[in-house]
């Protein structure tokens, strides 16, 4: 169980460390984007095609990093009203349902479109536009192992000590 949870705190630091560097990337290109635009009055393609995906990074490997944080936003105005017990049962409902998401829609879908793209290229960088999608089963297998530890953590109670420790 200790593994685990220095296995969390290790991909914790990642994806915040990730997170980081892709936003202060999109900030330097961003700066550079309006300096070409409006100084130099001759725009950069390449530097705007790079902050959509560098975004598109940051939004899915942040999501990931809330999500094993169980920071995330949850409507709980349904689990509130009913027991402890009750509202552990829908916490893990909840962690299966997104598990099912993460594997199916985000892994497997990820993939599926990773491949069919690898044929096409961005129109200003040249790269496969797959390299672009890679993200996408990449996040899903973060938010699927965030799934499967924050269900044992619920299972055996150390959810609680781990927000009172």
Known sequence: MEALHKIRKGIDRILSSACA???AAMVVIGTYQIVTRFIF????TVSEELLTYSF???????SAYVFGKRDHMRMGFMADKVSPGGQKVLSIFGEILILVLAASVMIYGGVTITKLTMTQSTASLGIPMGVVYTIIPISGVLIAFYAVLNMIDLI???????AEG
Do not use: C, E, N, Y
């Not at 009055?41 to 950069?44: D, N, V």
């Not at 598109?56 to 942040?62: C, G, I, P």
């Open 41 to 44: 009055k001759s725009p950069s």
């Open 56 to 62: 598109t990074w940051m939004a899915l490997l942040s």
């Open 21 to 23: 560097v892709i936003f």
């Open 156 to 162: 055996t109670g150390a959810d609680k000590k781990l």
